[in-house]
Nanobody, 120 residues
Framework: QVQLVESGGGLVQAGESLRLSCAASGSIVSMHNMGWYRQAPGKQRELVATITSIGGDTNYADSVKGRFIISRDSAKSTVHLQMNSLKFEDTAIYYC?????????????WGQGTQVTVSS
């Protein structure tokens, strides 16, 4: 099992920045991805950004490219999401994820979510 604990959500004004963090613990295999998804009221959950454990390759949703930056601290099994130039439409619950690519564990684990609210 893997446990994920998010922090850093809150209320900001449009144009401001916010940094989310997620600390992972438990049975983390060497090959895994970590990332962030979000879900706004009345909408489906969507991918925001991911980063690989090997190579640190990143992937972003088109809606956040150029504004959000995902990074990781491998030694601490922590991933961060720096969100700049926030827009009203970024308002959502943000979920941290970790997907293992082990022989016996190929599961995706989710955090409890953290609320990000952007006022216009």
């Amino acid at each position: 099992q893997v446990q994920l604990v998010e922090s850093g959500g809150g209320l900001v004004q449009a144009g401001e920045s916010l940094r989310l963090s997620c600390a992972a613990s438990g049975s983390i295999v060497s090959m895994h991805n970590m990332g962030w998804y979000r879900q706004a009221p009345g909408k489906q959950r969507e991918l925001v950004a991911t980063i690989t454990s090997i190579g640190g390759d990143t992937n972003y949703a088109d809606s956040v490219k150029g504004r959000f930056i995902i990074s990781r601290d491998s030694a601490k099994s922590t991933v961060h999401l720096q969100m700049n130039s926030l827009k009203f439409e970024d308002t959502a619950i943000y979920y941290c994820t970790l997907r293992n690519y082990g022989l016996r564990d190929r599961n995706t684990y989710w955090g409890q979510g953290t609320q990000v609210t952007v006022s216009s």
